[in-house]
């Protein structure tokens, strides 16, 4: 069971995504709750995940997992 925000982020884009990247198609706050969780939570995971260099966004909307 995937019980993080960073957990579920980090499944999304591999499963959802191709070469470790996905190009989301909605809002942040849609996938927010997609993922089952809140808005808040999403990008606090998000920030968090990008100050310690495991997500990349070149671009809103494009997410890269840095490996």
Not at 7 to 31: C, M, P, Q, S
């Amino acid at each position: 069971m995937l019980r993080t925000a960073r957990e579920r982020i980090h499944h999304f884009i591999e499963t959802e995504g191709r070469n470790d990247a996905v190009k989301l198609n909605y809002t942040k706050k849609a996938w927010a709750a997609e993922l089952g969780l809140t808005h808040e939570a999403l990008y606090r995971a998000l920030a968090s995940m990008i100050a310690a260099g495991e997500l990349f966004e070149p671009r809103p909307g494009l997410l890269s997992l840095v490996e």
